[in-house]
């Protein structure tokens, strides 16, 4: 069977681009093929940005609730806590000792820091941990452990996939076939989902639109979304209208039709926003109650992920196993 394995980092609210570049397919693909689904929160990834206690535990329940009350089934995808698999961070180690250190300086995040402290006439390594720096060994020893097939997510990690495939040759040319190559599925139209400002939605621009909001707070952020000074009532573009883009991942394609026709002759762009918001929500609703039930009960959530952790470090037992095999750490 293949083995299908996404992540997400608690360093923010789940936002709409997470949502439908990563958590929607890779639902989609639980659902639609037989497959084993690991989909895990990426708590260690998010511990290089957030060093803060409370921070650090809401964001990751956060993640954990938000998957839950979207429709992740834990009877049918492994859900996890990467630091309840220590699995994990035994592979990054070895696999951090076949790294060149070259590879890691060409890594965006680290180089994005870089740029930043650049621009800010400071030292470059200002800001800029161990951990974040071998960011990418750790994605792929989450990736490699499972001999993971696919792996759904947006555009920006893309190269990071890349990586954990270059890790694994290096594996692979020193010691045998050992790992299997990962693929990244990304798809074109959900490849990088834009934010309030029309820059891609990110954490680190704080232009996202959180999942689960108030109603109140959807419709305002809805609100704040970037558009052209088309008048009121001249046509307009669907296809390069942020509204109308995020119109699409929540909408039935009669809607998105009737949308289309409507930026034709010309809705209003309070009008357009005030669409969206009505099908966004009409989504959202029962999800966020769920969201918030979650929330209020943590040992619900704990117990689901201590079962999946069990499961996670079961499938991965065996693996590790050989790598340590192939090493030379037994006779
Ligand atoms: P993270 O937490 O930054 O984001 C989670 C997922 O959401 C996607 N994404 C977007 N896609 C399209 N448009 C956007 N504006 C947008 N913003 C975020 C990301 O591409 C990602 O798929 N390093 C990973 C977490 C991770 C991981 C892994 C993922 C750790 N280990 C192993 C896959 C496999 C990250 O920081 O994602």
């Known amino acids: 069977q293949e083995i299908v394995l996404t992540g997400i980092k608690p360093t923010g609210k789940v936002h709409l681009g997470n949502y439908i570049a990563a958590i929607k397919p890779a639902l989609a693909i639980a659902q639609e093929r037989p497959c084993t689904a690991l989909y895990f929160i990426a708590d260690y990834h998010g511990l290089t940005f957030i060093q803060d206690r409370n921070e650090f535990n809401d964001l990751s329940y956060g993640i954990a609730a938000t998957w839950l009350a979207i429709g992740l089934d834990p009877e049918r995808v492994i859900f996890y806590r990467q630091s309840d698999v220590p699995e994990i961070f035994e592979l990054s180690w070895i696999l951090s000792c076949l790294t060149p250190k070259g590879l890691m300086n060409r890594a965006h995040a680290y180089k994005a820091a870089l740029d930043t402290n650049q621009q800010l006439d400071v030292d470059p390594d200002t800001g800029v941990n161990m951990g974040l720096f071998t960011y990418p060994i750790l994605m792929a020893a989450d990736i490699l452990l499972f001999q993971s097939d696919i792996v759904p997510v947006g555009k920006d990690q893309i190269q990071h996939v890349e990586i954990a495939r270059d890790i694994a040759e290096a594996f692979n040319r020193n010691y045998g076939e050992t790992f299997k190559m990962p693929n990244y599925l990304v798809d074109e139209h959900t ?61 039935t394609p009669d809607q998105i039709e009737a949308f289309r026709d409507q930026f034709r002759s010309g809705i209003s762009w309070g009008d357009a926003k005030q669409e969206l918001f009505r099908v966004v929500n009409a989504f959202l609703e029962q999800p966020r109650e769920k969201y918030n039930d979650l929330i209020a009960s943590p040992d619900q959530i704990d117990k689901i992920l201590y079962e999946g952790a069990q499961k996670a470090r079961a499938l991965a037992a065996p693996l590790l196993n050989e790598v340590k095999q192939r090493i030379g750490r037994y006779r």
């Open 191 to 251: 490849a990088v989902i834009p934010g309030l400002d029309g820059r891609k939605m990110s954490k680190s621009y704080n232009n996202t639109i959180p999942l689960f909001e108030t109603a109140e707070n959807l419709k305002k952020l809805i609100g704040k979304i970037k558009t052209d000074s088309t008048p009121p009532h001249e046509p307009k573009e669907p296809d390069t209208s942020n509204i109308f883009s995020l119109y699409t991942h929540f909408a």
